[in-house]
Nanobody
Framework: QVQLVESGGGLVQPGGSLRLSCVVS????????AGWYRQAPGKQREYVAR???????NYADFVKGRFTFSRDNAKNTVYLQMNSLKPEDTAVYYCNGLVNGRSYWGKGTLVTVSS
């Protein structure tokens, strides 16, 4: 059974940094793409970044170069490095992966940006 588990969320001050991790476990034959999404209080889930098999990554415009996606294929882990965090970045962050040709979601990790 394929599972995605996020970690790395927590409380951080404005201007600070966090790195989120997402481990893909189970019977994993392929991960053709993976990405990060978030849901802020009172809002719908929104796209943050997505990486494809070509090695390219697309980012939402509001990131403005602050966030960086990376992956470690040997560990079946993807990351989201978040710098210069703002209060409006407060949200539950979810990872998504196309694993063995099917879409899977993690349960999310909470990021709170506050003084």
């Amino acid at each position: 059974q394929v599972q995605l588990v996020e970690s790395g969320g927590g409380l951080v001050q404005p201007g600070g940094s966090l790195r989120l991790s997402c481990v893909v476990s189970g019977s994993v034959l392929s991960v053709s793409s993976a990405g990060w999404y978030r849901q802020a209080p009172g809002k719908q889930r929104e796209y943050v970044a997505r990486n494809y098999g070509t090695g390219t990554t697309n980012y939402a415009d509001f990131v403005k170069g602050r966030f960086t996606f990376s992956r470690d294929n040997a560990k079946n882990t993807v990351y989201l490095q978040m710098n210069s965090l703002k209060p409006e970045d407060t949200a539950v962050y979810y990872c998504n992966g196309l694993v063995n040709g099917r879409s899977y979601w993690g349960k999310g990790t909470l990021v709170t940006v506050s003084s």
